[in-house]
């Protein structure tokens, strides 16, 4: 039996398939690599020394879904597979719908054909909209303020639907705050096709020399020096949560949500300070205005994963910075592109 992984070649899914491989699990990968690299699946290899199966296809191929289910038997699905960009999925909100439900659609409907009815869905704290107060619970309202985020919060409902209608199924949905850093080994990390949107791998890309400078977007939040606070979380510790996800859903039925974040929140001057202290690199930044739609402060209650699902964050804003900056400086531009994308790959690392 074997845990399928769409998705599983980008920033998450490296992470968790490195997780799920130590704690023993077979593991099938899906992804088109629209937005990842096989390079990033052998380093996994490397990094484990275990094999996984590996499926290069789109969610939206109807034949290949259908093949990934009828050629292995799948226990479980981690479902990452996703578009995550919000001011494209501003500006292109149809290609957002399309791959992030359409997609997602037509893989929950090979998973009930084939009985397969666990499920870890990645949300993001993005559904959350602006926050009433802090820290942020499960069971706040919820608003989305974008398509992409939209996206998130249409497919938590249609799991709610899903779920009505037919009790066997087990759902875990995690909802990230901010995940940051890299694997400790240097390997694998986030790695944006373009300038980055977010910040510390903005940060990282001025650390080493590829962007001139920071710009800190608002310095006049109501927060403790004004600008705008986060929960930063290390990736490894988000890809444990998915483990304990997962193991909570082969062992029984229901449908829960989870945040997964440390309960802390740090500001962009605290972040670049800590980056600064912990790597012994100046972060040249400056102020600039707001950047629309962001908010000014958001960090999770953690509380019911860590009671529910045995988990909780133990990373600290130290390591996530040394982890991410080794990763950025073991990694200089395009060294992890190798691998053609086009290729049809369906192998084995
Ligand atoms: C972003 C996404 C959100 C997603 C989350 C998870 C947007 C608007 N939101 O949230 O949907 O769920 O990532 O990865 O993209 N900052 C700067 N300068 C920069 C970049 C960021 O000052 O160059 C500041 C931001 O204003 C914010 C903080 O750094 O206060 C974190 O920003 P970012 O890493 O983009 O994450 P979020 O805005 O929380």
């Not at 082969?250 to 440390?262: I, R, V």
């Not at 929140?265 to 300070?273: D, F, H, K, L, P």
């Not at 290729?343 to 690392?349: D, G, H, L, N, S």
Request: aromatic share 8%.
């Amino acid at each position: 039996m074997s845990i399928l992984v769409t998705g599983g070649a980008g920033y998450i899914g490296s992470h968790t398939i490195i997780e799920l491989l130590n704690a023993g699990y077979e593991i099938i990968v899906l992804d088109n690599f629209s937005n990842s690299y096989p390079e990033s699946l052998k380093r996994v290899h490397e990094i484990t020394g275990r094999d996984m199966k590996v499926y290069a296809i789109n969610l939206l191929e109807k034949d290949g879904l259908e093949e990934v289910f009828s050629e292995n038997k799948i226990q479980a699905v981690i479902h990452l597979a996703g578009m995550k960009a919000v001011g494209e999925s501003v500006e292109k909100p149809l290609k957002y719908y399309q791959n992030n439900l359409s997609g997602t659609l037509a893989l929950f409907q090979a998973m009930q054909k084939y009985s397969v009815k666990k499920l870890v869905f990645s949300s993001s704290a993005t559904v959350y909209g602006t926050p009433k107060t802090v820290p942020i619970k499960e069971d706040f309202p919820l608003k989305a303020t974008n398509p992409y985020g939209r996206t998130k919060l249409m497919v938590e409902e249609i799991l709610h639907d899903l779920y009505q209608s037919d009790n066997d199924w087990s759902i875990s949905i995690l909802r990230y705050f901010n995940p940051i850093g890299a694997h400790p080994s240097g390997m694998i990390g986030e790695d944006p096709a373009d300038i980055p949107n977010n910040l510390v791998p903005y940060i990282t890309k001025v650390a080493v020399g590829e962007l001139d400078e920071l710009k800190v977007f608002g310095a006049d939040y109501p927060t403790k020096d004004g600008t705008g606070v986060r929960d930063y979380i290390h990736v490894v510790d988000l890809a444990l949560g998915h483990v304990k996800a997962l193991e909570w859903n082969l062992s029984t039925t229901g449908l829960h949500t989870y945040n997964l974040g440390t309960g802390k929140g740090y500001s962009v001057m605290e972040i670049i300070q800590a980056f600064e202290k912990t790597c012994g690199i100046k972060i040249p930044h400056s102020i600039s205005k707001r950047r629309p739609g962001d908010i000014a402060i958001s960090f999770a209650d953690p509380a019911k994963a860590e009671k529910e699902l045995n988990w909780s964050a133990s990373r600290s804003i130290e390591e996530m910075c040394v982890d991410s900056w080794r990763w950025q400086s073991n990694n200089r531009v395009g060294d992890n592109k190798k691998g053609k994308k086009d290729e049809e790959i369906e192998a084995t690392f």
